[in-house]
């Protein structure tokens, strides 16, 4: 997308990218169904998985992102206010802009809407619906989907089609500074300027971003426990990184990020450092490691080795990070039991998602038995699926 303004006309609508058509449909309908008349916008976008590179974006690392192929749908019409309704996130609402917090789904739509509105790209109001293909909670980065889908949906209504920069930072200020999440930007970045078939290196100190090939399928494994990035264990964790800067800085002054420490000197560091703070910065440090080896691993196709790093970020996170939940070490264990390269709690943990890689042959009986093997220990969760690398946000109606 760009950021031209494209004025409006009184043509009918048109597909502007080719469309998943069955929910696009989808959407259209229940927006007529709502609010009594079409949908004269209609953008998507994805969800994402990150492969490696967890509690990075926000210390200054590398993050090895890719988007799925499931996706979160928005649409919308003009109206004076705002009337919002989504039968797959939570129902409707009526919200004026700006106004408090809820609390609930309306707020990343808000969000949206008030930044765009300092930049002088957003409509007056919008009736808009919403249908999601992504579980709320599970990791992959539901939150994400619906503002950079919002923010190039209400775009559209004023003529613009906002570049993927736009879109994402819209919907990073929108969830760091509305919602309250302490995020870093991988998120939306990847939802914006994801394309099939490839990771995203992306280096969130500089911003500088590779594309990696990704040609095989990769399997989502739910833990069945909901997570909610909002409230507890992740905005803690990023205060501690914050503390731990601080003291690491008092040895090593030129110090700007965790990530940015070499792994010679974490040994130096790690006496000045208290309880968990030290576990912290450990994981810091060998994730960074790990995650530019994935990428490597990754070009020369070596699935074995990615396998590998995902194991190992699994146990950092668990052990060191302390952010892993019981149910995903139960996926990740039997995984890898059935054969399985490699699997780990992705999304920031506390619930949420295993990712699996596995050869062809066995993939899905290594996902069913892991699942299986969940469903015993815990309560039955949801079924495991597969995804290749998808695209990115995308405008698919647009008059």
């Known amino acids: 997308m760009d950021t031209q303004a494209r004025p409006a006309t009184g043509h009918a609508r048109r597909p502007y990218l080719a469309p998943m058509a069955l929910e696009l449909d989808r959407v259209t309908s229940v927006f007529q169904q709502t609010f009594g008349q079409p949908a ?10 990150n492969l490696i590179g967890e509690h990075l974006d926000y210390n200054g690392g590398p993050v090895l992102p890719f988007a799925i192929e499931r996706r979160v749908w928005v649409a919308v019409c003009p109206a004076p206010g705002y009337s919002l309704w989504s039968s797959t996130l939570g129902g409707g609402a009526m919200r004026r802009s700006p106004g408090p917090r809820r609390g609930d789904w309306t707020d990343y739509v808000l969000g949206v809407d008030h930044e765009l509105r300092s930049r002088h790209q957003a409509p007056d109001g919008a ?53 309250g999440v302490r995020c870093g930007r991988m998120d939306q970045t990847i939802v914006a300027h994801a394309s099939a078939g490839g990771a995203l290196l992306f280096e969130t100190d500089s911003g500088a971003r590779r594309k990696v090939p990704l040609g095989f399928r990769t ?66 440090v060998t994730e960074t490691e790990r995650t530019r080896l994935a990428a490597v691993a990754l070009e020369r196709d070596d699935l074995a080795e990615v396998g590998r790093l995902l194991v190992a970020g699994h146990a950092s996170m668990r052990q060191d990070y302390e952010c892993s939940v019981p149910e995903a070490d139960v996926l990740v264990d039997a995984a890898l039991e059935h054969g399985a390269l490699g699997a780990r709690l992705t999304g920031a943990g506390w619930g949420g998602s295993v990712i699996m890689l596995a050869p062809e042959a066995v993939a899905a009986r290594a996902a069913a038995a892991a699942c299986e093997r969940l469903a015993r220990g815990f309560a039955p969760g949801p079924e495991p699926w597969s995804t290749a690398a998808a695209g990115g946000v995308r405008l698919d109606v647009m008059p």
Do not use: F, Q
Not at 142 to 168: C, I
Not at 234 to 245: G, I
């Open 40 to 49: 004269t916008v209609v953008a998507s976008a994805p969800g994402r998985v």
């Open 127 to 179: 009736m808009l619906a919403v249908v999601s293909e992504l579980p709320v909670g599970a990791g992959l980065s539901s939150s994400a989907a619906l503002a950079v889908a919002t923010a190039a949906a209400l775009a559209g209504l004023t003529g613009r089609r906002l570049d993927p920069d736009a879109a994402a930072d819209a919907a990073y200020r929108a969830e760091h500074d509305y919602v």
């Open 219 to 284: 399997w989502i494994l739910p833990t069945g426990v909901d997570h909610s990035l909002a409230d507890g264990g992740y905005n803690a964790r990023r205060a501690e990184c914050e503390r731990a800067l601080e003291i690491c800085r008092r040895r090593l002054p030129d110090l700007t990020a965790l990530a940015r420490l070499d792994p010679e000197a974490l040994e130096e560091v790690m006496p000045a450092l208290p309880p968990p703070l030290d576990r912290r910065v450990r994981h810091v």
